[in-house]
Each structure stands twice: as structure tokens, then as C-alpha cells.
């Protein structure tokens, strides 16, 4: 592959650059996506990304490839704009550009690092323990800051260095305060996105500490090697115990990553949540708009417009006094004077 390729960058530049296929090859995706590595060839330097792209294979084929590529692209353009200029973090797989409305769309991310932390399961230096933990929560955090939940945190979705995590594949990533859908793998998949909820769970809609379930696990695993499927198993590691108190509770309950960082004596301020943009919201909405009349398989279906506000109630009238009385004192009052003044004579 050696092609002219035209994209936006994460703050919507356009850019070309020249690409050109890597000869190393890249981790498979699942289905209904695929990757691979290119070199682009900017003015100024070479830049390797991986390009990810949907394909009619899988589960849900194209329609659901695009659907996937839409989480990458929605994740990468949060975090871009919570950073704000400021350098991107490590802890997450960082957007280089994508091309979205297109008849054959991509993302380009940066390439992976180290090893998914599957591979360091109950094998992870003492050492470098505590790091882990405190670099998973904050990346954690920093998503809950940017808006969204990934909802696919998992031993293959997390890759450690030995000096920090890289969360990858937010092809399932949805904004916090949208409807909860059935997402994951079990057993890193929360009850609240489960086929099934539990007796008293409820679907309810994404929130900051739905990640907070598998991040939990995730630290409990990668310690152990053992799945937390028994809160007995935090009662035989006191250590673990007092860090992950409250984790497999309902989403209402459950800790957030600062109350965890607190735990693990990390007291720096939280990011800044960022702000509302309804220009974001209008640009996300005209651009499923646009999808839909070229590629009517590939586009959620349009939200149903809110229902009108209900009037304003009338305002009750005011009751009305009787004046009547004013008439009556008139008259008395005329009756008085013609009086005195026949007196009067």
C-alpha cells in the first residue's frame, strides 16, 4: 500500500500525507474491524499509526464495523479536546486522525505499547504493583473527565510497560448519560450491561463509575491471577480488601477512581470535567445525518425529537373584590348632605 491519504487531525485540520504499509505487522482486530500499520509521511517527519477500519465480516458486518469506528473516533476527539493543547496522555490510545464520512472511513491511532496485562496475570513485579494500580485508576478517571465510559476494560483492551497502562479499543465507548446497552465479556462485563440484570440492578443509563467494576477486577487479576468472583477473596488479601471495598456493588454505590486513588494515598486533583459543547452535539448529530442518506445500514437510528413542553399553566385569576361597597357609600353619603342641607334652611 503506497497511497496519497487525506484526513482530519484530532482538532479537525485537514492533513495529507503519504502512506505507506509498515512491514511489521499489527495484533488482529475482532471482526467486524480491521488493522494495520502505516507509515505517514508528514513534511516535517514520519509518523506510525495503526489504521483501523470497518470490514463485512463478523458479527453485525459493516453496519456494526461502522458503529465500533464511530466509539474510536468519539473517544480520541473527547480526550483531544479535554487536553486542550497540553500533552496528550500515555495512558490512553491517542487519535492521529480519521476520515469518518467517506465510503470507505478510518481511524488512525497510535501503535500499541508493551503487552496486554493477560499475559502478566499474577506474574507482575512487586515492584511495579502499586504503579499499575495508581496508572489504570487515573486513566481511568481521565475518562469519566472526558465524558465517556470505554465499557470494555478488560485483561486484552489494557497493555502495561513496566511504567504505564495503555488503554486500547474504545470501539464500544459511549457518553456518559447515554441509555446503557448490552456490552462485553463476562466476567470483566458489569450486571448493569449484562442480557440480564440482577434483582435489583437496573439498565439505567452510562455512568462515570461503570468502568470502575472491571478496573476493579482488572487490579485484583493482574496481582493474583485469580478472577474476583467472591468478595471472601478481599477478606484473604487485606490489602486488595481495603483498596477494592464497595467495587462489585451497583453502579450507585460503587467507589470512583479518586475515592480508590485516595485509598492508595494519590492525592492529586482530578482533571478538570470538560464543558458541554452544543456545537460538538450539533456537529456528532449532522454527521449521522449525512451517514444515514449515503449509508443507511451503517448509522444509529435517529433519536425521536424530545416531546413538546407542556404550556405553561395559566396563570389563576386573581380574585376579584367586591366594591360594591364604594356604590353604597356613595349613596349614603348623598343622603347625609340632602339631609343637612334641609336642616340647614
Not at 446503557?180 to 439505567?204: F, K, L, N, S
Amino acid at each position: 500500500m503506497n497511497v496519497r491519504l487525506s484526513y482530519r487531525d484530532a482538532h479537525g485540520a485537514r492533513v495529507e500525507a503519504k502512506a505507506v504499509e509498515a512491514d511489521q505487522e499489527e495484533p488482529p482486530l475482532r471482526p467486524p474491524l480491521e488493522t494495520v500499520r502505516l507509515n505517514l509521511e508528514l513534511p516535517d517527519r514520519t509518523v506510525a499509526v495503526r489504521c483501523v477500519r470497518p470490514v463485512d465480516r463478523g458479527a453485525g458486518g459493516l453496519a456494526e464495523g461502522y458503529r465500533r469506528l464511530d466509539g474510536e473516533i468519539l473517544a480520541g476527539l473527547r480526550l483531544a479536546r479535554l487536553c486542550d493543547g497540553r500533552p496528550y496522555p500515555r495512558a490512553v490510545t491517542r487519535l492521529v486522525g480519521y476520515e469518518a464520512d467517506t465510503a470507505a472511513p478510518f481511524a488512525l491511532l497510535e501503535p500499541l505499547r508493551g503487552v496486554e496485562v493477560g499475559t502478566l496475570a499474577g506474574t507482575l513485579p512487586t515492584e511495579q504493583r502499586r504503579r499499575f494500580q495508581v496508572r489504570l485508576l487515573r486513566a481511568v478517571r481521565l475518562l469519566g473527565a472526558a465524558g465517556i465510559s470505554h465499557r470494555g476494560l478488560s485483561p486484552d483492551t489494557v497493555r502495561w510497560d513496566g511504567d504505564d497502562v495503555q488503554i486500547t479499543d474504545f470501539s464500544q465507548a459511549a457518553l456518559i448519560g447515554a441509555p446503557r446497552t448490552v456490552v462485553g465479556a463476562m466476567p470483566w462485563q458489569a450486571p448493569e450491561q449484562r442480557p440480564d440484570t440482577p434483582p435489583g440492578w437496573v439498565r439505567g443509563e452510562v455512568g462515570p463509575n461503570d468502568d470502575l467494576w472491571a478496573a476493579g477486577r482488572l487490579i485484583f487479576y493482574v496481582v493474583t491471577g485469580e478472577d474476583l468472583d467472591d468478595t471472601a477473596k478481599l477478606d484473604a488479601r487485606p490489602e486488595l480488601g481495603t483498596l477494592l471495598a464497595g467495587i462489585i456493588e451497583r453502579p450507585e454505590r460503587r467507589p470512583d477512581a479518586q475515592t480508590l486513588l485516595r485509598r492508595l494515598g494519590e492525592a492529586d486533583p482530578p482533571p478538570r470535567p470538560l464543558a458541554a459543547d452544543p456545537a460538538f452535539a450539533r456537529g456528532r448529530a449532522e454527521f449521522f445525518a449525512q451517514r444515514r442518506r449515503k449509508h443507511p445500514d451503517t448509522a444509529p437510528d435517529p433519536q425521536p425529537p424530545p416531546p413538546p413542553a407542556p404550556p405553561a399553566p395559566r396563570p389563576a385569576p386573581r380574585p376579584r373584590r367586591d366594591r360594591s361597597w364604594l356604590l353604597w357609600a356613595g349613596v349614603a353619603a348623598l343622603v347625609v348632605l340632602a339631609v343637612y342641607l334641609v336642616l340647614g334652611r
